[in-house]
């Protein structure tokens, strides 16, 4: 499951996620080296800070892993672009489906550390 990652895929990530919150990009590069599931909220948390209005910043920081996604303002489009950036950042794929059941931070984490646990099991030798 850890990769080592080449200067050019770090570079990536810092560029790509530069709008994230601060330490995202750090995370998202602690994820691919180590396989460390417990770093996605922290990803996630900090994709979500990026899209969110900055006046609803400061509840992003304070949501618990219970606060539903909705009550920060988040819309389908805004949902769409976390999900694809999330998706970039554990290089996994999230069903539609799938989607539709995840209502908060804890559900969407959940999911995410189950989809990247097992693409990266399937790809160990």
């Not at 080592?4 to 709008?19: A, C, P, S």
């Not at 979500?48 to 920060?72: C, G, I, M, N």
Request: net charge negative; proline share 4%; hydrophobic share 40%.
């Amino acid at each position: 499951m850890p990769t080592e990652l080449t200067e050019e895929q770090i570079t990536k990530v810092n560029h790509d996620f530069r709008r994230c919150r601060e330490g995202t990009a750090e995370a998202i590069i602690r994820l691919r080296r180590t396989g460390d599931t417990a770093l996605i909220p922290e990803i996630l948390r900090g994709i979500v800070w990026r899209y969110v209005r900055p006046d609803a910043r400061e509840q992003v920081e304070k949501a618990s892993l219970e606060t539903p996604l909705s009550t920060l303002g988040m819309d389908s489009l805004m949902m769409l672009e976390v999900v694809l950036d999330v998706q970039d950042a554990l290089d996994v794929t999230v069903e539609d489906t799938e989607l539709r059941r995840v209502k908060t931070f804890n559900d969407i984490s959940e999911l995410l550390m189950q989809r990247f646990t097992e693409i990266h099991k399937a790809a160990l030798p």
